[in-house]
């Protein structure tokens, strides 16, 4: 039998959560208080040791990934996803279980690890790559490659203090990338790059994982994570919840999240908070679920504490196969002239042309010129579309396949050779 990539037994990470520190907390305060009075300060450290909390950000962990395989990690915030990359690229070690792998990992974990602000592209490629277990000769004659890869040609002899996390992630990348691991892990960074470079990052991991090597992707953004995964595992308050087909996994993932609407945002550069994203029906009241044909409205409250001047939001609907359709004022050209103070930006979507399948929606607000993010892309809201298609005149065969299937139906019609004409469109039919 052939040796996993990767075997994960019984794995844990225990952190310590303390209290927040004092005043006259410090090592001097410390030796002072003991010589002075041993007694309460031997309480004192009893007490504030009982004060302490334990959190276990993974716990019981146990999975197997074999040689080749395309494995993408889903889950909440603080579900434990970044902490067991840490874990398997050794940058931590795990309080209990055990991790044997095979092969070189080369890992993208954190924007700009393992580079120096004052040297240039090219010292820290060098630099990096060294890191990452290249030899100076592998360096040499992958340069070029690196170089054209990342887009910093211009800049490739300016110290990396002065490039933006956009070059920081692009560098980066290309470095980790064309080390040739037989592992690669590459956490959700990619959602600082623009979205030629996160096509471009997708492609170059869509290549490696055909060249047979072992790929672990973590990410929110499930269509990369379907596009680019065979296999799921959703990790859930530090556990593993499921593991199998990528499409059975985020289905799954979207459904235990219908409902659970809760969403705040804030960018304190900018004072701006999103504060809560509703959903709601034609008649205006709150739902996570919608039939085919009904509106559905998507309410932002948000709080601006300082004056913005003509914002752009962009509201995107995914569901498991990808995107579906989007609201964006930088194509429609309608913004609001400013916001300031607390308000309500809502859209409405009409007649859902949407199939009984579950679905998201992704938003982004950036400044006027349409280039900075006061928020990237973020999922906000979850919902499900319900309902028997027979209702909507649908008798096809293949009916059954149809909440895996393109989930868009536009209205149109067939006409057949004896002349008789089918209207097909997502809305009830008289019975």
Known sequence: METPAIAIENLGKQYTLDRQRRKGDGLRHAIEAAIRSPLAWARTRRRRRAERTIFWALRNVSVQIQQGEVVGIIGRNGAGKSTLLKLLSRITIPTEG??????????LLEVGTGFHNE??????IFL??????????????????????????????????????????RLAFAVAAHLDPEILIVDEVLAVGDA????????????????????LFVSHNM????????????????R????????????DYFDSLSGENSFFCENPEYGFAISRVVLKDGRGQESSQFR??????????????QRIEQPYFTLSVNGVNGSCFTANMLLDGNRPRALEGSGVIACRFKSLPLFPQSYFIRMSVRTKNGNDPIMDYREVAFFNVVGDLVDYGF????????STSTPVVVPYEWQLPDGTVAHIALALTAK
């Open 119 to 124: 040297l240039t592209g090219r010292e820290n």
């Open 196 to 215: 030629a470079f996160q096509k471009k990052c997708l492609g170059k991991m869509g290549t490696i994982a055909q060249s047979g090597r072992t790929v």
């Open 292 to 305: 085919p044909g009904e509106d559905l409205i998507v309410e932002v409250n948000f709080n601006a504490r």
């Open 98 to 107: 055990r991790i044997c792998i095979e092969g070189r990992i080369a890992s």
């Open 128 to 169: 990096n790559g060294a890191i990452l277990g290249m030899t100076r000769a592998e360096i040499i004659r992958k340069f070029d490659e690196i170089v054209s890869f990342s887009e910093i040609e211009e800049f490739l002899d300016t110290p990396v203090k002065r490039y933006s996390s956009g070059m920081y992630v």
């Open 223 to 238: 269509e990369a994570v379907r596009s680019l995964c065979q296999r799921g595992i959703w990790l859930k308050e530090g």
């Open 395 to 402: 008798r096809g065969e293949f009916l059954a396949r149809a």
């Open 240 to 251: 593993l919840h499921k593991d199998g087909k990528v499409e059975e996994v985020i289905e």
